[in-house]
T-cell receptor, first 114, second 114 residues
Framework: AQSVAQPEDQVNVAEGNPLTVKCTYS??????LFWYVQYPNRGLQFLLK??????LVKGSYGFEAEFNKSQTSFHLKKPSALVSDSALYFC????????????FGKGTTLSVSS | DGGITQSPKYLFRKEGQNVTLSCEQN?????MYWYRQDPGQGLRLIYY???????QKGDIAEGYSVSREKKESFPLTVTSAQKNPTAFYLC?????????????FGSGTQLSVL
């Protein structure tokens, strides 16, 4: 079985400071990992994904994420937060075996203050 | 959200009534998905379809039904057996069923019980 955990319901940061949104996962084999963002009353938008290769993945809007196999983590990061980054962020995992669907974490609300 | 249309945006269900949520995509994607979003619980998979005329149950399929008669359409029916239907419903699609593909989401339907 596959699962993903986002241990923080909410993360608060000041504009201009670095931000980290945490994610850990559990799969039987090797994972594909994703981050999505949701703005109020909208669908989810894709930010970035880890498939293979470099453990540091760069995505949209200046976000990046680091895959750490030994810690089974895929934390989302940004060097300098913007107020417009305030949204709900979801980590998701999928086993490399085709036929399994994407499983999402419960989400972390990011609030960036000016 | 481009390419995936969900309707209606808001829907109200009376006691004992079945209601159908529409999801249409013009992306020529093979795979389509339905997720339910509740506050604090993230997204949970209801049903998914990897090809026309075939679909599989997700984690919370009880009280729901789907059909996939056309590639571009994947309607979800919330039956009277679903005792707690109030939630935000999200439809998504992906080009195929490869595990490394990102999902494209619609804007969602908010279902409430009268």
């Amino acid at each position: 079985a596959q699962s993903v955990a986002q241990p923080e319901d909410q993360v608060n940061v000041a504009e201009g400071n670095p931000l980290t949104v945490k994610c850990t996962y559990s799969v039987s084999g090797n994972p594909y990992l994703f981050w999505y963002v949701q703005y109020p009353n909208r669908g989810l938008q894709f930010l970035l994904k880890y498939i293979t290769g470099d453990n540091l993945v760069k995505g949209s809007y200046g976000f990046e994420a680091e895959f750490n196999k030994s810690q089974t983590s895929f934390h989302l990061k940004k060097p300098s937060a913007l107020v417009s980054d305030s949204a709900l962020y979801f980590c998701a995992v999928r086993d490399r075996q085709a036929g399994t669907a994407l499983i999402f974490g419960k989400g972390t609300t990011l609030s960036v203050s000016s | 959200d481009g390419g995936i249309t969900q309707s209606p945006k808001y829907l109200f269900r009376k006691e004992g009534q079945n209601v159908t949520l529409s999801c249409e995509q013009n992306l020529n994607h093979d795979a389509m998905y339905w997720y339910r979003q509740d506050p604090g619980q993230g997204l949970r998979l209801i049903y998914y379809s990897q090809i026309v005329n075939d679909f599989q149950k997700g984690d919370i399929a009880e009280g729901y039904s789907v059909s996939r008669e056309k590639k571009e359409s994947f309607p979800l029916t919330v039956t009277s057996a679903q005792k707690n239907p109030t939630a935000f419903y999200l439809c998504a699609s992906s080009p195929g069923d490869r595990a490394n593909e990102k999902l494209f989401f619609g804007s969602g339907t908010q279902l409430s019980v009268l």
